[in-house]
């Protein structure tokens, strides 16, 4: 059945400030309401394996989300990070930590991971997905035009794969484009589904 169909009756609700995940759900024709801010310490352990800690704080999140929810409700909850030389890049406090985490990810290969959680009433799923991204080689002029002109201080790494910055400095990429821009959207889609079905049977 189609997810939309799947979800008739149901109130998904996204937990999440990202402008893209709200433009990706609502591209794959996904209803869902959006969650009033609310406060996450997103801290980890120092001894989480990286490709472990997207998912890891999209539980945080999920968690910290201060509404008992509704037999009817289901929580949606994401986290992205850009791993680069064993080291998490979260998002840039200001312009100079931009230029060097750039400079970290020019003529290099990274990746990328978003973990995600759905939460109802009485199951919790986690899950992630893991794209490698390689960029080649920028000069110091591209790296502040990028910076100046599109501030990308909201976005883990300092970059958003669908600016000026993905069209001109990304050689190759392994994996989900959508999971670089914060939501791996065909995983959700499938996961999403199954978490749906399962309750209903889980409810007889």
């Known amino acids: 059945m189609?997810?939309?169909?799947?979800?008739?009756?149901?109130?998904?609700?996204?937990?999440?400030a990202s402008p893209r995940r709200r433009q990706l759900l609502a591209d794959c024709g996904i209803n869902f309401t959006l969650a009033d801010k609310f406060e996450c310490d997103e801290s980890f352990p120092s001894t989480l394996a990286c490709d472990q800690v997207a998912e890891y704080i999209s539980t945080?999140?999920?968690?910290?989300?201060?509404?008992?929810?509704?037999?009817?409700d289901i929580l949606l909850t994401a986290d992205t990070v850009v791993i680069a030389q064993d080291r998490i890049l979260g998002k840039p406090v200001d312009r100079a930590q931009a230029v060097e985490m750039l400079e970290m990810l020019s003529g290099n290969r990274h990746s990328v991971v978003t973990g995600v959680t759905i939460r109802s009433a009485n199951c919790t799923h986690s899950f992630s997905v893991k794209s490698s991204v390689t960029f080649r080689a920028l000069t110091n002029e591209e790296i502040e035009y990028y910076i100046d002109n599109y501030r990308p201080f909201d976005k883990a790494g300092?970059?958003?794969?669908?600016?000026w910055i993905g069209y001109v400095a990304i050689e190759s990429i392994e994996g989900s484009f959508f999971n670089?821009?914060?939501?791996?959207?065909?995983?959700?889609?499938?996961?999403?589904?199954?978490?749906?079905?399962?309750?209903?049977?889980?409810?007889?």
């Open 158 to 163: 300092a970059y958003g794969i669908q600016e």
């Open 180 to 204: 670089v821009m914060g939501l791996p959207v065909q995983r959700l889609y499938v996961e999403l589904g199954e978490f749906i079905e399962s309750n209903l049977l889980n409810s007889k």
């Open 2 to 16: 189609l997810l939309h169909k799947l979800l008739e009756g149901y109130n998904l609700i996204l937990a999440s």
């Open 60 to 72: 945080l999140k999920s968690n910290a989300y201060p509404t008992a929810l509704d037999a009817k």
